[in-house]
């Protein structure tokens, strides 16, 4: 079965790190962009980072910008996440989702450009 899978949530307090990590299983993976959103509880689905597999260019959302890097590792089939200086109302479920055709702009990051998608991670932030 085809499929990406989120790994290396869990809880964590203020302030401290996190890496994701997004993987595919069943398929040979074969995307142009792959997109982190999370969706906190009663919250808008909010798309956070965006990273073109060709040159590995990256583009953020301004609410992580400066503590948030998303790599790849084109000869794992991973792309990573880095999570620094994490804050209490990050806190949700963290989500990989990835296109064949789309490629990362500074236009947004938008849900609707993204076709296949995993199950999720949840990320909590607390003391």
């Known amino acids: 079965q085809e499929q990406l899978m989120e790994s290396g949530g869990g809880l964590v307090q203020p302030g401290e790190s996190l890496r994701l990590s997004c993987a595919a299983s069943g398929f040979t993976w074969d995307y142009n962009a792959l997109a982190w959103f999370r969706q906190a509880p009663g919250k808008e689905r909010e798309g956070i980072s965006c990273i073109n597999r060709s040159d590995g260019t990256t583009y953020y959302a301004d609410s992580v910008k400066g503590r948030f890097t998303s790599s790849r590792d084109n000869a794992k089939n991973t792309v990573y996440l880095q999570m620094n200086s994490l804050k209490p109302e990050e806190t949700a479920v963290y989500y990989c989702?990835?296109?064949?055709?789309?490629?990362?702009?500074?236009?947004?990051?938008?849900?609707?450009?993204?076709?296949?998608w995993g199950q999720g991670t949840q990320v909590t932030v607390s003391s």
């Open positions: 989702a990835t296109d064949a055709d789309y490629y990362c702009s500074d236009d947004g990051i938008y849900d609707f450009d993204f076709h296949s």
